[in-house]
């Protein structure tokens, strides 16, 4: 099983609004992710975590923030956000934190941020 | 940095073969590569370690040059069901992926 699941499948938030994005993965993966994709642009990076630590924060800007509850849970809390962060938001699973892991990703949390 | 890939689109006739190749400024220590269909998450084909490996899945193959830090993708008698987009990613000493601009695919019959 290779499943990355995440919810929900689509939100809609004003820029005054509180959200929060969930992942879970089942794999036992220690390395978990979250990258933003715009419509005709590869996914970029955002957060990655390590045994539940953060260990990469690509200068996201504060808005976003990123928790690791346990190693099969990552949530990407949402706050006053700007209509420029509508995207698809995916969030990805690893093994380990390492170059020859493969990464699986979720469906993705399609965002529109009006 | 991001990887670069060229073509940045292919059209294709059913059964034709494709290459799709991805090149860094940059050592990489992995490459990836990924198909997403339109609306869907990337679902991986791949992954290559060493200079000069290569891999096959089903029809899909690719090759990895260290030395010149680049990687290919070779797409053989193509099916509709290649259709989308294929990003490599590149893994980099920080074991950060970075994906390229990605290539987009389209089969017809």
């Known amino acids: 099983d290779t499943e990355v699941t995440q919810t929900p499948k689509h939100l809609v938030m004003g820029m005054t609004n509180k959200k929060s994005l969930k992942c879970e993965q089942h794999?036992?993966?220690?390395?978990m992710y979250w990258y933003k994709q715009k419509a005709k642009k590869p996914p970029e990076l955002m957060f990655v975590y390590s045994y539940e630590k953060l260990s990469i924060n690509e200068s996201v800007p504060s808005r976003f923030s990123p928790e690791c509850p346990n190693s099969s849970l990552l949530n990407l809390h949402l706050h006053a956000l700007q209509p420029e962060d509508s995207a698809l938001y995916l969030c990805a699973s690893s093994r380990l934190l390492l170059a020859e892991e493969t990464q699986y990703f979720g469906p993705g949390t399609r965002l529109l941020v009006l | 940095q991001q990887p670069v890939q060229s073509p940045q689109a292919v059209i294709l006739r059913e059964g034709e073969d494709a290459v799709i190749n991805c090149s860094s400024s940059k050592a990489l220590y992995s490459v990836h590569w990924y198909r997403q269909k339109h609306g869907e998450a990337p679902v991986f084909l791949m992954i290559l370690l060493k200079g000069g490996e290569q891999k096959g899945h089903d029809k899909i193959s690719a090759s990895f040059n260290e030395k010149k830090q680049q990687s290919s993708l070779y797409l053989t008698a193509s099916q509709l069901s290649y259709s989308g987009t294929y990003f490599c990613?590149?893994?980099?000493?920080?074991?950060?992926?970075?994906f390229g601009g990605g290539t987009r695919l389209m089969v017809k019959p």
């Open positions: 794999m036992g993966h220690r390395a």
């Open positions: 990613g590149s893994r980099n000493a920080g074991n950060m992926l970075t």
